[in-house]
């Protein structure tokens, strides 16, 4: 959520700013109008409901003296009467401004390439050369399915369309990758959770889900609750902190958790739909951090440097990319998106999202630290995949697959895989 009083004082700052990403400067007319509008019934109201106390006091005084009341009680009903109907419209106005606030995204930073596509994206840098392969490099979903440990037939079967079982030593695979994850992140310093995999309308709006998923029907709500299935572990990892002033002195605060995420992949007809890339549901493991405003653009670099390390010990090629104004996520000032490179398809594919939201997602979700002088401040919450797990599993297949259909492990996963070195069909 962005700050009124801001948006207020440099509206056409805002305006320009937002414009980038697809706000228009009317949306920001329409708030102000809004706030204006806000404000003077305050101001209506207040007066109004001192005057009713003048009435009172009129009304006590005329009874203590045995005078007739009955003008000055008229008065105050009218009054009163007044007083319902002006709050009645202040309540309305707040939640429409309040609406139409939800709807703002983050403000970008000024170093966030400027496009209205997610073309223009800058890319940082690159680590590894993608392998030369002395055959056809074959796409992950063929490997794993004549390997016998990826099954999307049976899955199609139980659950529909983009779904998966793991099977066997893909299942082991799957498992190995994200206990890995899960230690590194441990030895980086963060506190590892284990979160609801549902949670309340409060907590998706807290970070940024809603309303925009339920307008687009992007996640998948529970029938009758007030519930949803988390689209990623970082909802329940910030909103941890909801509604609560965080102890300064602990701050930057890091967790890290494995979770399965939920997505409906609404819009996404046609795209991906082989495979492990696009799933209704797959594990990822989440970083979240919440820190001082100070801190904060370090602590980017070091979620996403993190990221990277994962990669380069697993031995995969990727490259860093700043993503556009209007690519990035609705809650980001700033996102970093790691790709890794797939061979058979000759292009690099996201796997992870590093995103400072400053303090958009504090204001929303009401997290706040007390400063040096002991005035409340709004944290700044960061997060990142650290890192998607399917999309490692379909990295691995293709970067490390051999011409007659078998998958090398990477060096870091065999302590995990009972010592295995490689995998061949299974019977």
Avoid at 9 to 32: G, P, Y
Avoid at 93 to 108: R, S, Y
Wanted: aromatic share 8%; hydrophobic share 35%.
């Amino acid at each position: 959520m962005l700050d009124m009083k801001m948006i207020r004082q440099n509206a056409d700052w805002v305006k320009e700013k937002l414009a980038t990403r697809n706000i228009k400067a009317e949306t920001i007319d329409e708030l102000l109008g809004y706030d204006e509008k806000r404000r003077e019934l305050i101001v209506k109201s207040e007066g109004l409901k001192a005057k009713k106390n003048e009435v009172s006091k009129k009304i006590a005084e005329a009874k203590r003296n045995k005078e007739d009341a009955a003008d000055a009680i008229a008065e105050m009903q009218q009054v009163g009467k007044e007083v319902k109907e002006l709050d009645e419209q202040l309540e309305k106005v707040e939640q429409d401004q309040k609406d139409l606030a939800a709807h703002l995204p983050n403000i970008p930073a000024d170093d966030v390439p400027v496009s209205l596509t997610e073309e223009g994206a800058v890319e940082l840098r690159k680590y590894g050369e993608p392998r030369k392969f002395d055959f056809e490099p074959k796409h992950h979903w063929d490997l794993g399915e004549k390997l016998g440990i990826l099954d999307f037939e049976a899955s199609a079967k139980v659950a529909g369309s983009r779904f998966v079982y793991y099977m066997g030593a893909g299942a082991q695979l799957e498992r190995a990758i994200y206990n890995f994850y899960l230690d590194q992140n441990a030895k980086a310093g963060y506190k590892e959770v284990l979160p609801p995999y549902m949670v309340n309308s409060a907590s998706m709006f807290g970070t940024g889900q809603f309303p925009k998923f339920k307008e687009t029907k992007a996640g998948f709500e529970i029938a009758d609750s007030d519930l949803t299935m988390i689209p990623t572990a970082e909802v329940p990892l910030v909103n941890y902190y909801r509604d609560e002033v965080m102890d300064a002195d602990k701050l930057p605060v890091k967790f890290t958790a494995l979770s399965p995420a939920f997505r409906s992949e609404a819009g996404s007809a046609g795209r991906d739909t082989r495979g492990l890339i696009r799933l209704h549901q797959f594990n990822k493991v989440e970083m979240v951090q919440f820190t001082k405003p100070e801190q904060s653009w370090d602590a980017l670099e070091s979620i996403t440097a993190h990221a990277e390390d994962l990669l380069k010990m697993l031995g995969i090629p990727y490259h860093v990319i700043t993503l556009t104004t209007s690519d990035m996520s609705f809650t980001a000032a700033m996102t970093h998106d790691i790709e890794v490179w797939m061979p058979a398809q000759g292009r690099y594919r996201e796997i992870s999202s590093c995103s400072n939201t400053t303090d958009f997602q504090a204001r929303r979700a009401h997290i706040q630290y007390r400063d040096e002088n002991g005035k409340l401040q709004y944290v700044h919450t960061l997060n990142g995949s650290g890192l998607a797990v399917g999309r490692t599993v379909a990295a691995i297949l293709e970067n490390f697959q051999n011409e007659d259909g078998s998958i090398n492990i990477p060096e870091v996963l065999q302590p995990y895989m009972g010592g295995k070195t490689k995998i061949e069909k299974e019977d």
